[in-house]
């Protein structure tokens, strides 16, 4: 009896170069669809703004975020609301995503905007999102406290957490004091 490989074993080095490139997690929302989506029907009018040395300082010790906030990303809404595209780096990968803050300072929403990490994925599902809405710059703001992690999305959940509380003390700090 002589042994013949079977046709699946010539599948196996084909399975191992396709399968990292369909674990591959895409997700890719310009700004414009994103405020749509977050202020539908709603003008918004680009803020630039200019942080001190003092401001940003008081952001990295709070939100331990080091990667330097783009101010130019900025947007207000005739009502007060705040619209800001941030970036925070996921396991490997930058992940941008929108944050809207009503004029009162509590969370309306947010968006994951782009996604390239293998895993984690699951940061962009509103059951995970929503946990944000609502909280102001005086909440916790903590992985495994008032926000719960995702299991295999361990270090994005924690770096997007910190990058709201960020852009919440930035809030605090520069943005509800303009007019």
């Known amino acids: 009896m002589q042994w013949k490989p079977s046709a699946t074993l010539a599948l196996i080095p084909v399975a191992a170069i396709v399968a990292p490139a ?5 997700i890719y929302v310009s700004v414009e669809d994103t405020q749509k989506r ?3 029907g709603e003008k918004l009018v680009q803020t630039p703004i200019a942080l001190t040395e003092a ?13 330097p906030f783009r101010g ?6 005739a009502k007060g609301d705040w619209f800001i595209v941030d ?5 490997h990968e930058m992940v941008k995503y929108a944050l809207a803050i009503h004029a009162d300072g509590t969370i309306k929403g947010i968006e994951i905007m782009e996604y390239v990490e293998s895993y984690g994925y699951e940061v962009g599902e509103a059951s995970w999102r929503n946990q944000f809405v609502g909280k102001t710059s005086a909440s916790n703001l ?3 406290k008032d926000i719960q992690n995702i299991s295999g999305a361990t270090l ?3 770096h997007l957490t910190d990058g709201v509380k ?9 943005l509800k004091g303009l007019k």
């Open 87 to 91: 970036e925070v780096v996921g396991k």
């Open 55 to 67: 401001q940003r300082e008081r952001m990295r010790e709070l939100s331990s975020v080091r990667e």
């Open 166 to 174: 960020r852009l919440m003390v930035m809030h605090e700090l520069v």
């Open 38 to 40: 977050l202020y539908p």
């Open 72 to 77: 130019v990303r900025v947007w207000r809404t």
């Open 156 to 158: 994005s959940c924690k």
């Open 142 to 144: 903590k992985l495994n």
């Open 22 to 26: 369909i674990a591959h997690a895409k």
